[in-house]
């Protein structure tokens, strides 16, 4: 399995986790990495573009490294 995923970005749950759509179609939440600064606010920014979750999968629970 790879190290690192890019996943689709469509939404933020209250907790504040990154909800993912997997390329077959499955959309799922991963938590923040501790260092990501990331909100409803970068998310509305501009809705034309589409944004990408770099997921570390060796983490133990995945985590959401970075997001392009």
Do not use: P
């Amino acid at each position: 399995m790879a190290k690192e995923i890019k996943q689709l970005v469509v939404g933020i749950t209250r907790e504040g986790d990154i909800v993912v759509k997997s390329a077959r179609g499955r959309m799922y939440a991963v938590k923040k990495s501790a260092d990501l600064e990331f909100g409803c606010e970068e998310l509305f920014n501009d809705v034309e573009t589409e944004l990408y979750a770099t997921i570390d999968t060796e983490a133990e629970t995945w985590e959401c490294t970075s997001i392009e």
